[in-house]
């Protein structure tokens, strides 16, 4: 089964404004995280939310769980044009100690 | 601040070639992994590794595949007779332990191409 399929596939925005991006999952999970990817590079670890917690919070990043309906959202507050990247949430499944299982990811641009 | 490094960061190969990946975690790091990312397509799962041993792998992670810790600090990932749909990039991950609240730190990547 897929897991961890965000929408929207594309986002594009103005300096300043906000950026909101979905995730949904299909099964019980241990923790979702969410990652950014600029083009053609690594992933960088943004936040962590464990299947027990509500809300996070790290900087400009607001990151939110609902387990009941298996769904997460990651908001970026007062985007920057250096936030241009792709954005993914991995979710671990509550059977598994270390498999990560990514979604497709949510291009985001930000315009200056 | 650690970070997980890999080299090389781009490797081209000839279909049928073995080629070994390198990677080093960080260091009071006990778990580690390998991903891959087909052009376009999401990162998936290859395989996770503790104490010596495979503790689980994706049904990607056949018998061309191979994980191995050398020494204190390397880890590496080998494909042994190389296919032209292995072209990706390969990201190297590690983390402190398993389980619900632990980060995984990824590296920046091998990218791998097949001719």
């Known amino acids: 089964s897929q897991q961890g399929e965000e929408d929207p596939q594309a986002l594009s925005i103005q300096e300043g404004e906000n950026a909101t991006m979905n995730c949904s999952y299909k099964?019980?999970?241990?923790?979702l995280q969410w990652y950014r990817q600029n083009s053609g590079r690594g992933l960088v670890h943004l936040i962590l939310?464990?299947?027990?917690?509500r809300e996070k919070h790290s900087g400009r990043l607001r990151v939110t769980l609902d387990t009941s309906k298996k769904s997460s959202s990651l908001l970026i507050t007062a985007s920057r044009a250096a936030d241009t990247a792709s954005y993914f949430c991995?979710?671990?499944?509550?059977?598994?100690?270390?498999?990560?299982?990514f979604g497709a990811g949510t291009q985001v641009v930000v315009t200056p | 601040e650690p970070e997980v490094t890999q080299t090389p960061s781009h490797q081209v190969t000839q279909m049928g070639q073995e080629v070994i990946l390198r990677c080093v975690p960080i260091?009071?790091?006990?778990?580690f992994y390998w991903y891959r990312q087909i052009l376009g397509q999401k990162v998936e799962f290859l395989v996770s590794?503790?104490?010596?041993?495979?503790?689980?792998k994706s049904e990607i992670f056949d018998d061309q595949f191979s994980v191995e810790r050398p020494d204190g600090s390397n880890f590496t990932l080998k494909i042994r007779s190389t296919k032209l749909e292995d072209s990706a990039m390969y990201f190297c991950?590690?983390?402190?332990?398993?389980?619900?609240?632990?980060?995984?730190?990824f590296g920046p990547g091998t990218r791998l191409t097949v001719l």
């Open positions: 991995a979710t671990l499944k509550a059977d598994s100690w270390g498999k990560l299982q």
């Open positions: 099964t019980s999970i241990n923790n």
């Open positions: 590794f503790y104490n010596n041993e495979i503790s689980e």
């Open positions: 939310i464990r299947s027990n917690e």
């Open positions: 260091s009071n790091h006990l778990y």
């Open positions: 991950a590690s983390s402190e332990a398993q389980g619900q609240g632990l980060t995984q730190f």
